[in-house]
């Protein structure tokens, strides 16, 4: 079964910012996908992250 669950460092990878960036994108955009803890480890789901870059690159257009 695949797991949803990414780290903030794989976040980083996918929309292809810092790790300090998506730190920055938590703090100052609302619609960014919030955070969980899983185990002590914060973790984004990553059809969220995926859904929320889609509506920035639309948003674009």
């Not at 903030?8 to 609302?30: E, F, H, Y």
């Not at 996908?33 to 257009?61: C, D, N």
């Amino acid at each position: 079964m695949h797991s949803d669950n990414i780290l903030k460092k794989q976040v980083a990878r996918i929309i292809n910012i810092s790790l300090s960036g998506v730190d920055r994108k938590r703090r100052d955009d609302n619609t960014f996908p919030r955070p969980y803890k899983i185990g002590g480890k914060l973790m984004f789901s990553e059809k969220e992250v995926r859904a929320w870059l889609e509506s920035q690159k639309a948003a674009r257009l």
